[in-house]
């Protein structure tokens, strides 16, 4: 039997952040700012010290309910865990207040990419490597946590798999004597070295198109985690120019399904990604959001023959198309091409298109946030069932017992998480009311909080929204908010079942 792990997962990942602190620390002794590199390394030894008390102090202990302790961890990841990971950016950057330096690694660890740092050029690159590490950290706890913990409990997305008490109609594979820890062990090797290969793979395909390697390091974590992150304010700061976008699309693919990554519970059993109604749906919506978009701001140049030629045309498209895909995958990352599709045809693009496409979210099982492309689908597929029953009301559908439990139960599970994120955004709208923010900036940043897509507040609304202009009580909102959209509601929800709470 293997051995389980011997401190509390929490504990272990305050250690593991502590270790994290050492890379921008060789980052900053390595481009010769010494200070900073000694307060990442200070701030590192006093972590490590709380670790080893924290672990002296839980040694062994085991939760009577290991998914009620695994839930109670992920919550605490992403809302208690900032609190050192904001140790150092509150020590290099004095004027930013630690609860506003735990406001940016909370945004940071849950991949939201909402930033108070209005200004890239005045923070030291250092900090822009942890911001973006961190995200990726964060984005790689929840590759972990959705195949052993959620996946499991049939959260996250797998509800809607669901078949005799198994995610996706079959059982995930265990070891004989695995425990919750070791099985969340395990997993966490199993996907470590695929998650570092894609980032590498972007970082090393920036380099090759001219990006400088600290902006295509930062990118590359950046794209894989979904985060949004950059050290010079976007893509199109940066040296590549218009060749960068071209390596992120391919890593933004990977937030669509988890079969890109994940070996077990593919819809159906299929193991074919092109096979994957995920994949198929997020490629139908990027290309049917894009000719559509493209279409409006090609009516607006039909009455002028100087902006409607091919070259024009070409980017216009390549901006939309790389927009979408970016907003849908909640990465959030714009390029210049965007707005000069908008420059092209003299029309502004409805930001109301941006938000929805964010919170319609990624694959399920990966680092997107949103409703989930799994839950759309179950309830396409539901809504496509009703409307032949209308015409044949004896119809037996097909498709083997996976589509028909996508279709009955799947749906009224996807149809549950949809309404409990209709009221999740109505609340968290009063709440942000009741600090005095507008109806507008409030729809816009409950939408970018919950579906993780800070970028959402500076390219959806009619007047960009400045996190830094924000109060500190709409700030621990939105933090709330990030981490309810981070953990989704069903598992909020399931934390308030008596059966996990009895011993």
Not at 262 to 290: H, K, N, Q, Y
Not at 397 to 405: M, N, S, W
């Amino acid at each position: 039997m293997r051995r389980a792990l011997p401190i509390p997962l929490f504990v272990a990942l305050v250690g593991i952040s502590a270790v994290a602190m050492l890379v921008p620390a060789v980052h900053a002794a390595a481009i010769g700012d010494w200070r900073t590199g000694r307060v990442f390394v200070y701030s590192a030894a006093l972590v490590l010290m709380l670790t080893s008390l924290l672990a002296v102090a839980t040694w062994g202990h085991r939760s009577a309910r290991p998914l009620r302790g695994h839930l109670l961890t992920l919550f605490a990841a992403f809302f208690v865990l900032p609190v050192f990971l904001a140790f150092p950016v509150h020590e290099l950057m004095p004027w930013l207040a630690y609860r506003d330096a735990w406001f940016e690694m909370v945004s940071s660890v849950t991949t939201t990419g909402a930033t108070l740092l209005d200004v890239p050029a005045e923070v030291p690159p250092s900090i822009h490597l942890w911001r973006a590490l961190v995200g990726w950290l964060g984005g790689f706890l929840i590759w972990v946590a959705a195949v052993a913990i959620l996946a499991p409990a049939n959260l996250g997305g797998y509800e809607v798999l669901m078949i005799s008490g198994t995610p996706g109609g079959r059982r995930q594979p265990s070891m004989p004597g695995e425990g919750e820890a070791d099985r969340l062990l395990r997993h966490a090797r199993e996907l470590l070295p695929v998650y570092a290969a894609i980032t590498a793979v972007l970082w090393f395909a920036q380099v090759i198109v001219g990006e400088t390697s600290f902006v295509a390091f930062c990118h590359a974590l950046s794209t894989v985690s979904t985060s949004g992150i950059s050290p010079v304010g976007g893509l199109e700061n940066g040296a590549a120019g218009q060749l960068a976008p071209l390596a992120i699309v391919v890593g933004l693919v990977f937030a669509l399904s988890r079969v890109t990554f994940s070996r077990w519970t593919p819809p159906g059993g299929e193991s074919r990604a092109l096979a994957d109604p995920e994949l198929r749906m997020g490629a139908a919506i990027v290309l049917v959001v894009t000719c559509l978009l493209f279409l409006r701001h090609w009516a607006g140049t039909i009455d002028d023959e100087l902006r409607s030629g091919p070259v024009e045309a070409a980017r216009a498209l390549w901006g939309i198309f790389f927009t979408t895909l970016s907003f849908l995958t909640t990465a959030g990352f714009t390029i210049s091409d965007w707005e000069g599709a908008q420059v092209w045809s003299g029309l502004h693009t409805p930001g109301l298109v941006l938000a929805g496409l964010a919170l319609v979210g990624g694959g399920a099982g990966t680092t997107a946030g949103g409703v989930k492309l799994l839950r759309v689908y179950a309830l396409l597929r539901h809504g496509e069932r009703e409307l032949e029953r209308l015409v044949y009301p004896s119809l037996v559908a097909g498709g083997g017992p996976l589509q028909r439990q996508m279709r009955r139960g799947g749906a009224f599970n996807a149809w549950v998480f949809f309404m409990l994120f209709i009221v999740s955004v109505a609340v968290l709208m009063l709440a942000l009311s009741l600090f005095g923010i507008a109806f507008e900036p409030a729809l816009v940043l409950t939408t970018a909080a919950l579906s993780n897509t800070g970028p959402v507040a500076a390219a959806a609304a009619t007047e960009p929204v400045a996190y830094s202009s924000l109060s500190d009580g709409v700030k621990f909102v939105l933090a709330a908010a990030m981490t309810l959209g981070r953990l989704e509601t069903l598992a909020l929800v399931a934390l308030f079942n008596p059966d996990l709470w009895r011993s």
